[in-house]
């Protein structure tokens, strides 16, 4: 079973300004997105959760430089989408 991706209306703001900002990055970013609805546990995503004052949320690396954070709720099996960006902005 797929996990639920839930897009807030901040984190589509947040998307579509980095997205303009990277067009690169596009095909990259919908396939992480992908593959992180099929099976968040993927290796390639590098799932890992946060500490500190976003102790409550995880990451997941688009490439070397970019994340998006998330917040997992594993009974009803929905990740919202929190924020994407550069590694420094973001945390």
Same mark, same amino acid.
């Given at each position: 079973m797929n996990?639920?991706?839930?897009?807030?209306d901040s984190y589509i703001k947040r998307a579509?300004?980095?997205l303009k900002k990277h067009p690169d990055l596009? &095909?990259?970013y919908e396939k992480i997105l992908k593959i992180l609805e099929i099976n968040p546990d993927h290796p390639s995503l590098r799932l890992h959760q946060l500490q500190g004052k976003l102790k409550k949320l995880h990451s997941v690396s688009i490439n070397i &430089?970019?994340?998006?954070?998330?917040?997992?709720?594993?009974t009803d099996k929905e990740i919202v989408l929190v924020n994407?960006?550069?590694?420094?902005?973001i945390y």
């Open positions: 996990y639920k991706l839930i897009y807030t579509t300004k980095f596009i &095909s990259q &430089s970019y994340r998006i954070t998330l917040e997992f709720y594993f994407v960006g550069h590694h420094d902005d």
